[in-house]
């Protein structure tokens, strides 16, 4: 079950609201993967990762618009990060996806590795930098 975990929260209510709407998401990612009665899951997961795009994009904004009304010095690295992660997700190769099951659950499986490594990981050793709280 992915969720927001008490070491996760900055202690910057919105952020941990945009924060929890992607563990939301991971979690979406998890029931896709877990689903067996679905023989096709292309479309949902067309639909995910679209999702995840448009969600991001807002909460990176946000939270880059954060941290410049605290002058944070270290938004461009920051930031580099948030890109780096949509060219990844806008990198998934939905064509190659054939309607083989265990092929389309390989698929589901490489994008939930991604967010969970990508999202824990930057939420802890990167968003916390901009907060009081000391990173792990
Ligand atoms: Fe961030
Ligand atoms: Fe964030």
Partial sequence: MYKMKPEY???????????????????????????????DKTDHLTELISELINYTRTHFSHEEAYMESIHYPHIAAHAAQHRQFESKLLEFDLDSITDDFDEQNDAVQHLLDFLVTWLINHIMK???LYTEKQPV
């Fill in 9 to 39: 929260y900055t202690g910057i209510l919105a952020i941990d609201k945009e924060h929890a709407r992607l563990f939301e998401l991971v979690q979406q990612t998890q029931d896709l993967l877990n689903n067996d009665i679905l023989m």
């Fill in 126 to 128: 990167v968003d916390m």
